[in-house]
């Protein structure tokens, strides 16, 4: 069965520093994708980055960036020069294609980022 | 572009009542997707709709359901809620649903079952 595990349970950091959350996941498929979202105190989960498992090229999007590698099932996400408004939960996710759609995301429990002056 | 909103977001209600939220999708977006997150449990898969008929369902009991009508809005409904059903119920949107497609979740509906 699929898994997803974020061992960070929170992490405190002083902004500017730059941050990287784990995500290590766990799937007997293929083909799936990797997710990492956000959710700030109002609930709302954002959606920041997706990758497939058949591109682990890695990218940077502004202040995020991403390190994809199979070989060790990870999926780690980096924020650089962390703001204040980065505070909030991070959740990694995890979508097979046996599934067949897009939806059945299994996440992790989430990383507790906080962001102080 | 609109994006995914939930009715109502707070909800109060006592063991035994039934309930029923709504979630309206992104314009387009014909696949509606609903998760429960609770403290405990984390967020998990409660089912899926797509073209009027869910298409793939979590590991809940048929306390819990839920529809999707032509215009693609879905409700969720939980009969007989218990203390344990106290939760965020998030819904998300995604076109046209398909393993390529990144899910877009709505503000959530808080539920207090007292």
């Known amino acids: 069965a699929q898994k997803v595990t974020q061992a960070q349970t929170e992490i405190s950091v002083v902004e500017k520093e730059d941050v990287t959350l784990d995500c290590v996941y766990e799937t007997r498929d293929t083909t799936y994708y990797l997710f990492w979202y956000k959710q700030p105190p109002s609930g709302e989960l954002v959606f920041l980055i997706r990758?497939?498992?058949?591109?682990?090229q890695n990218e940077i999007s502004g202040r995020y960036s991403w390190n994809f590698q199979k070989s060790t099932s990870s999926f780690n996400f980096t924020i650089t020069a962390s703001q204040v408004v980065d505070s909030a939960v991070y959740f990694c996710a995890l979508s097979e294609a046996w599934a067949g759609t897009a939806s059945k995301l299994t996440f992790g429990t989430g990383t507790r980022l906080q962001v102080t002056l | 572009k609109a994006g995914v909103t939930q009715t109502p977001r707070y909800l109060i209600k006592t063991r035994g009542q039934q309930v029923t939220l709504s979630c309206s999708p992104i314009s387009g977006h014909r696949s509606v997707s609903w998760y429960q997150q609770t403290p405990g449990q984390g967020l998990q898969f409660l089912f899926e709709?797509?073209?009027?008929?869910?298409?793939n369902k979590g590991n809940f009991p048929g306390r819990f359901s839920g529809r999707q009508f032509s215009n693609s809005r879905s409700e969720m409904n939980v009969s007989t809620l218990e203390l344990g059903d106290s939760a965020l119920y998030l819904c998300?949107?995604?076109?046209?649903?398909?393993?390529?497609?990144?899910?877009?979740f709505g503000p959530g509906t808080r539920l207090t079952v007292l």
């Open positions: 998300a949107s995604s076109f046209p649903g398909q393993i390529t497609d990144t899910q877009y």
């Open positions: 990758r497939n498992s058949f591109d682990e």
């Open positions: 709709y797509f073209s009027e008929t869910q298409r």
